[in-house]
């Protein structure tokens, strides 16, 4: 069947200007060239230009011409202004106009007022071009925010459309695959099923996760794929998208070597290091390993990898010598997994950062406030530059999604602890009401101290002994008239060996953890094999074990991981993924205190919309009337 080819996005928007113009429109005016200056000069800011003196006819003409040529250099801001001036024009199509003024504001990152102009202009669609661009743009608003999930039934709805009507929207089929691409194969099946496209595209994400780089099964995969699906649009998405990836084979290595600290202060997080490489090893088929001191100069270890013949390279661990390692061009030329990032942008496709960095935490934890609908987090962290960064991360992620600023207190040590809680409670405050009251009468007043009742989660980012002594402080502040706050901490709160003879000071506190640290592992024989090598290692050896047995397990997945972001690790350390710049960002678990037990809790989280999209601002009803 013929295709009516609209061209990028005029004829989407367009194709109704030339009999947009009604009645009231004085059409035996005199010509445009009569009107306006004479000109070879077509460019939008020329049209628009001459569109200020020309009479209402021509003026119309001359602005829809100039909307066309601002859209077609993509002149956003010139197509703004071309937009607003149109929609003062009571004979003007306002809803094809609208569609103009929320295009232009949507590359301008005017998220919300484009937003507000789709949702008010949603009823009075007719053309089903105009709904499938609507739609379209709807789509692309939610994709910019990284909301792939909001996105796709948009995408999906435009390419009904488009398939329906046998248009072609340009854009559209690569805006349906990046979001597609964002999505793990968990999200992809909730999305497989609606129509026959829709499946299509859920069915071919889906086979890219799950065969990329598996050569033959993902050839054979792709062409039943096209069997099964002739004509569909994703067929053109095969060639530039897919077929780059059939052959995307994980890293052959055969002489690995292992950059940690076997010298100096760090010497026994280096022993742990080892000690995880060594049990990833025992199923790996890494043929040798070679482990050298990242203390080394930096030419001693360029001498010995070069010696070594190494073809993949794991750590350094210290950032201060991933810094020196990347300075010096070490391992330009060698497949490298570093344990630690640093400030250096990455260019190297072939360089990936593992890092357990607490940031991970905080953006979780964030995540998880604003999908239970807190308001008013409480943040209580140590007077250190370190808890200080963490505070900053929370609060310039929370503005995104929140007006209300987190309430935060800072701590220098267990003296003044109780004092930081019950100010930020207003405990004093009421207090000092209690007191005056008292004051005015003889006979005994009973009463009973009261909290602030706004605060609706506490997040605790010290460490276990800090934790243990700010929980009793916030237990005996928050009045008894009030909801009982829910109170939340990192891993930093957690420590094996101080909970294995107590965990009631923490009864009811939920914290984040990697799951080798908690109970009903997976992999319960590795768990007991370590406790039984090593009963007496700290926390932070046991983190560090993990780290390095996953970093072994996940090079096969490297390649798949960068090229896919939905595409995820399950590993000892939590649900790895490979963002920007080749850095890992982790997933852990939620776990909770509960009748002197840890238990792991699952949380059903959902990605918090930004806040522009909460609220759609009321004066944008306007543009239409």
Request: aromatic letters at 8%.
């Amino acid at each position: 069947m013929r295709l009516k080819h609209v061209s990028l996005l005029i004829v989407v928007l367009s194709g109704l200007s030339a009999c947009s113009t009604t009645e009231n429109t004085p059409r035996k005016s005199q010509p445009i060239e009569n009107t306006a200056k004479p000109t070879t000069d077509s460019s939008a800011q020329s049209l628009f230009d001459r569109a200020q003196t020309a009479n209402p006819a021509a003026q119309f003409q001359l602005l829809y011409m100039a909307r066309d040529a601002a859209l077609q250099s993509q002149d956003w801001a010139l197509l703004e202004k071309i937009a607003e001036m149109l929609s003062q024009k009571a004979s003007v199509d306002h809803v094809q106009n609208a569609l103009y003024l929320a295009l232009a504001r949507q590359h301008l990152q005017q998220y919300e007022s484009a937003l507000a102009i789709l949702r008010v202009v949603e009823d009075a669609l007719q053309s089903p071009a105009h709904r499938a661009w609507h739609q379209y743009l709807m789509g692309s608003i939610y994709a910019s925010q990284n909301l792939p999930k909001q996105a796709l039934p948009h995408f999906f709805n435009a390419a009904d459309i488009v398939d329906d009507e046998k248009l072609v929207l340009i854009g559209l089929d690569e805006e349906i695959w990046q979001a597609l691409q964002e999505l793990s194969i968990y999200a992809l099946d909730r999305f497989d099923r609606g129509s026959v496209l829709q499946q299509g595209w859920v069915k071919l994400a889906k086979y890219q996760q799950i065969y990329v780089g598996k050569g033959p099964l993902f050839e054979e995969a792709l062409n039943n794929w096209q069997k099964r699906y002739v004509n569909h649009p994703a067929t053109a998405i095969i060639p530039k998208a897919l077929r780059s990836k059939v052959n995307l084979a994980p890293y052959q290595i055969n002489r690995l070597a292992v950059l940690l600290p076997q010298s100096g202060p760090s010497e026994r997080l280096g022993s742990a290091l080892k000690n995880g490489i060594l049990a990833a090893l025992d199923e790996n088929p890494i043929e040798r390993v070679y482990f050298i001191d990242e203390m080394a100069g930096a030419e001693e270890i360029e001498s010995q990898l070069s010696l070594l013949n190494i073809d993949f390279v794991i750590g350094p661990l210290l950032k201060n010598n991933v810094t020196k390692i990347q300075q010096a061009n070490l391992l330009q030329s060698r497949p490298t997994l570093f344990l630690n990032v640093d400030d250096i942008t990455n260019t190297n496709p072939d360089h990936y950062y593992f890092a357990l960095n607490p940031e991970h935490e905080v953006d979780q934890a964030m995540l998880h406030f604003l999908s239970k609908g807190y308001q008013k987090p409480m943040l209580l962290a140590p007077q250190t530059a370190n808890g200080q960064r963490l505070v900053e991360r929370f609060k310039n992620q929370w503005k995104v999604y929140s007006e209300n600023e987190p309430e935060v207190g800072f701590y220098t040590d267990s003296k003044n602890m109780a004092d930081v809680v019950a100010g930020i409670l207003e405990v004093d405050a009421s207090k000092s009401r209690i007191k005056t009251i008292k004051s005015l009468f003889k006979n005994e007043i009973e009463s009973e101290t009261r909290s602030r009742a706004d605060l609706d989660a506490v997040y605790i980012l010290g460490d276990s002994t800090e934790t243990r002594l700010l929980k009793p402080y916030l237990d005996v502040n928050v009045s008894t008239f009030a909801q009982r706050i829910p109170l939340f901490a990192t891993s930093r709160s957690y420590s094996k060996s101080i909970d294995s003879t107590d965990k009631s000071d923490l009864e009811g506190l939920y914290f984040t953890e990697q799951p080798w640290m908690l109970p009903g592992l997976e992999q319960r024989q590795l768990r007991e094999a370590y406790d039984q090598l090593w009963p007496e290692q700290a926390d932070i050896e046991q983190r560090l074990f993990a780290m390095a047995y996953d970093a072994v397990n996940v090079i096969p997945d490297l390649k798949q991981l960068a090229s896919i972001p939905g595409r995820e690790f399950v590993g000892l350390t939590g649900k790895l993924k490979v963002t920007q710049n080749n850095q890992f960002s982790r997933a852990l678990s939620w776990a909770q205190y509960r009748n002197k037990t840890i238990n792991r809790i699952e949380f059903n989280e959902k990605p918090p919309k930004p806040l522009f999209m909460q609220e759609i601002a009321a004066s944008t009803v306007s543009l239409l009337k």
